[in-house]
Nanobody, 127 residues
Protein backbone atom coordinates (compact mmCIF):
# COMPACT_ATOMS: atom_id res chain seq x y z
CA UNK A 1 0.00 0.00 0.00
CA UNK A 2 1.19 3.49 -0.87
CA UNK A 3 -0.01 6.76 0.57
CA UNK A 4 0.51 10.05 -1.30
CA UNK A 5 0.15 13.44 0.37
CA UNK A 6 0.43 16.65 -1.59
CA UNK A 7 1.35 20.00 -0.07
CA UNK A 8 2.55 23.44 -1.06
CA UNK A 9 -0.60 24.81 -2.60
CA UNK A 10 -2.19 28.09 -1.68
CA UNK A 11 -2.84 31.58 -2.98
CA UNK A 12 -0.19 33.01 -5.27
CA UNK A 13 0.10 36.04 -7.48
CA UNK A 14 0.36 35.96 -11.26
CA UNK A 15 3.97 35.78 -12.31
CA UNK A 16 4.94 34.14 -9.05
CA UNK A 17 6.40 30.77 -8.17
CA UNK A 18 5.20 27.73 -6.25
CA UNK A 19 6.73 24.41 -5.39
CA UNK A 20 4.36 21.57 -4.73
CA UNK A 21 5.45 18.44 -2.91
CA UNK A 22 4.11 14.92 -2.95
CA UNK A 23 5.33 12.73 -0.12
CA UNK A 24 4.95 9.00 -0.50
CA UNK A 25 4.62 6.59 2.37
CA UNK A 26 4.38 2.86 2.51
CA UNK A 27 6.24 0.54 0.17
CA UNK A 28 8.02 3.35 -1.66
CA UNK A 29 10.62 1.04 -3.15
CA UNK A 30 7.92 -0.42 -5.36
CA UNK A 31 6.98 2.90 -6.97
CA UNK A 32 7.99 3.32 -10.58
CA UNK A 33 6.72 6.40 -12.38
CA UNK A 34 5.08 9.36 -10.68
CA UNK A 35 3.09 12.14 -12.22
CA UNK A 36 1.30 15.36 -11.44
CA UNK A 37 -2.19 16.09 -12.66
CA UNK A 38 -4.42 19.09 -12.18
CA UNK A 39 -8.12 19.72 -12.37
CA UNK A 40 -9.62 23.16 -12.70
CA UNK A 41 -13.19 23.82 -11.66
CA UNK A 42 -15.56 22.49 -14.30
CA UNK A 43 -12.79 20.90 -16.35
CA UNK A 44 -11.40 17.42 -16.80
CA UNK A 45 -8.31 16.37 -14.93
CA UNK A 46 -5.20 16.72 -17.08
CA UNK A 47 -1.71 15.36 -16.72
CA UNK A 48 0.96 18.04 -16.54
CA UNK A 49 4.22 16.27 -15.70
CA UNK A 50 5.68 12.82 -15.26
CA UNK A 51 8.98 11.46 -13.97
CA UNK A 52 10.25 7.99 -14.64
CA UNK A 53 11.80 5.54 -12.18
CA UNK A 54 15.37 6.48 -13.04
CA UNK A 55 14.61 10.19 -12.49
CA UNK A 56 16.34 10.89 -15.78
CA UNK A 57 13.27 10.81 -17.93
CA UNK A 58 10.63 13.49 -17.51
CA UNK A 59 7.64 14.49 -19.57
CA UNK A 60 6.02 17.90 -19.43
CA UNK A 61 2.69 18.63 -21.08
CA UNK A 62 2.89 21.06 -23.97
CA UNK A 63 0.39 23.34 -22.27
CA UNK A 64 2.80 24.06 -19.40
CA UNK A 65 6.18 23.43 -20.99
CA UNK A 66 8.76 25.97 -20.03
CA UNK A 67 7.05 26.82 -16.73
CA UNK A 68 6.63 23.47 -14.96
CA UNK A 69 9.48 21.31 -13.73
CA UNK A 70 9.19 17.93 -12.06
CA UNK A 71 11.87 16.44 -9.85
CA UNK A 72 12.23 13.62 -7.38
CA UNK A 73 14.15 13.12 -4.15
CA UNK A 74 14.22 9.39 -3.58
CA UNK A 75 15.91 9.77 -0.21
CA UNK A 76 12.92 11.79 1.02
CA UNK A 77 10.36 9.75 -0.90
CA UNK A 78 9.11 12.99 -2.39
CA UNK A 79 8.27 14.29 -5.84
CA UNK A 80 8.17 18.02 -6.53
CA UNK A 81 6.42 20.20 -9.06
CA UNK A 82 7.88 23.65 -9.56
CA UNK A 83 5.61 26.14 -11.24
CA UNK A 84 7.06 29.43 -12.40
CA UNK A 85 5.44 32.44 -14.05
CA UNK A 86 2.13 31.49 -12.51
CA UNK A 87 -0.94 32.32 -14.53
CA UNK A 88 -4.59 32.52 -13.43
CA UNK A 89 -5.19 29.51 -15.68
CA UNK A 90 -2.98 27.48 -13.35
CA UNK A 91 -5.69 27.69 -10.69
CA UNK A 92 -6.65 24.09 -10.00
CA UNK A 93 -6.41 21.21 -7.59
CA UNK A 94 -3.10 19.46 -8.16
CA UNK A 95 -2.80 15.72 -7.62
CA UNK A 96 0.11 13.34 -7.68
CA UNK A 97 -0.17 9.79 -8.89
CA UNK A 98 2.06 6.75 -8.64
CA UNK A 99 2.58 3.63 -10.69
CA UNK A 100 3.75 0.48 -8.97
CA UNK A 101 6.64 -1.49 -10.45
CA UNK A 102 5.44 -4.29 -12.66
CA UNK A 103 2.00 -2.88 -13.35
CA UNK A 104 0.70 -2.00 -16.80
CA UNK A 105 1.77 1.27 -18.41
CA UNK A 106 -0.58 3.17 -20.68
CA UNK A 107 1.43 6.33 -21.15
CA UNK A 108 2.45 9.30 -18.98
CA UNK A 109 -0.91 11.03 -18.97
CA UNK A 110 -3.30 8.14 -19.19
CA UNK A 111 -4.93 7.83 -15.78
CA UNK A 112 -5.12 4.05 -16.18
CA UNK A 113 -1.35 4.00 -15.72
CA UNK A 114 -1.56 4.92 -12.05
CA UNK A 115 -2.38 2.80 -9.05
CA UNK A 116 -2.39 5.42 -6.29
CA UNK A 117 -3.54 9.01 -6.08
CA UNK A 118 -3.19 11.72 -3.49
CA UNK A 119 -6.02 13.88 -2.19
CA UNK A 120 -4.76 17.00 -3.94
CA UNK A 121 -3.54 20.46 -3.02
CA UNK A 122 -5.34 23.57 -4.22
CA UNK A 123 -3.50 26.29 -6.10
CA UNK A 124 -5.19 29.63 -6.62
CA UNK A 125 -3.51 32.25 -8.77
CA UNK A 126 -5.00 35.66 -8.32
CA UNK A 127 -3.95 39.23 -7.71
Amino acid sequence: QVGLVESGGGLAQPGGFLRLSCAASGTFFSISTMSWYRQALGKQREGVSCIGPSDQHTVIADSVKGRFTISRDSAKNTVYLQISHLQPEDTAAYYCAALIVGRSWYGPFDEKSYDYWGQGTLVTVSS
